[in-house]
Nanobody, 123 residues
Framework: VQLQASGGGLVQAGASLRLSCAAS????????MGWFRQAPGKERELLSQ???????HYADSGEGRFTISRDNSNNTMYLQMNSLKPDDTAVYYC??????????????????WGKGTQVTVSS
């Protein structure tokens, strides 16, 4: 089973990025997926989570400028990030689990994790 996050990069403040998370190796029907990030010196935090049926939840850090989505036909989840700020600089991770209750805090009990993609926002 593999989750592969991609789409990160170095951008200027105010720019947009779209992250992707491609899932493979098993059938993810019924699984919830989500995005986390970890900034330097800080704990990993939940940004957003989406159910198999498309129900979305945003944590405070992901509310407003970020939009989560998923395409079940190709097992891919997305995170559209707009109006990026230097404080958004972090490694962004995707995760998956059948239990939506695990999408909280740093998500350490989630079943599947991707390796992360670096997002750097310059001022």
């Amino acid at each position: 089973v593999q989750l592969q996050a991609s789409g990160g990069g170095l951008v200027q403040a105010g720019a947009s990025l779209r992250l992707s998370c491609a899932a493979s190796g098993r059938n993810f029907m019924g699984y919830h997926m989500g995005w986390f990030r970890q900034a330097p010196g800080k704990e990993r935090e939940l940004l957003s989570q989406i159910s198999w049926t498309g129900n979305m939840h945003y944590a405070d850090s992901g509310e407003g400028r970020f939009t989560i989505s998923r395409d079940n036909s190709n097992n891919t989840m997305y995170l559209q990030m707009n109006s990026l700020k230097p404080d958004d600089t972090a490694v962004y991770y995707c995760a998956a689990d059948a239990n939506v209750g695990k999408f909280r805090g740093n998500g350490r009990n989630l079943e599947y994790w991707g390796k992360g993609t670096q997002v750097t926002v310059s001022s």
